[in-house]
């Protein structure tokens, strides 16, 4: 069974930053792309950032671009988001998630480009 697991999110004031990180369980790590999305509350759950499998290749939302880093480590099965420049706007739930094998590079901004999601955690950016 593929796990995810989040964590590093919190309360940081504006223009702080934070680091979210991802374990991932249950498969080989290095087989599949990652990516973080988020959701607002009640919004929809839009994509943040993509990293190939190998991490030689990342793709950003406009919104968090030059702010936001997305990173791995696949010997430690782990994805990050580095966030920085924190804005309210960026408050919202933090998801990971793995995508499938067989997605192309250019669709992983897709959500339905991913089969296995975390639980998500919590980033509020205080003003």
């Known amino acids: 069974q593929v796990q995810l697991v989040e964590s590093g999110g919190g309360l940081v004031p504006a223009v702080g930053s934070l680091r979210l990180s991802c374990v991932v369980s249950g498969r080989t790590f290095n087989t599949n792309a990652m990516g973080w999305f988020r959701q607002a509350p009640g919004g929809e759950r839009e994509f943040v950032a993509t990293?190939?499998?190998?991490?030689?290749?990342?793709s950003y939302a406009e919104s968090v671009k030059d702010r936001f880093t997305i990173s791995r480590d696949n010997a430690k099965n782990t994805v990050y988001l580095q966030m920085t420049s924190l804005h309210t706007e960026d408050t919202a739930v933090y998801y990971c998630?793995?995508?499938?094998?067989?997605?192309?590079?250019?669709?992983?901004?897709?959500?339905?480009?991913?089969?296995?999601w975390g639980q998500g955690t919590q980033v509020t950016v205080s003003s």
């Open positions: 990293i190939s499998r190998r991490g030689y290749r990342t």
């Open positions: 998630a793995a995508a499938s094998p067989t997605s192309d590079y250019y669709a992983l901004v897709l959500r339905g480009s991913y089969d296995y």
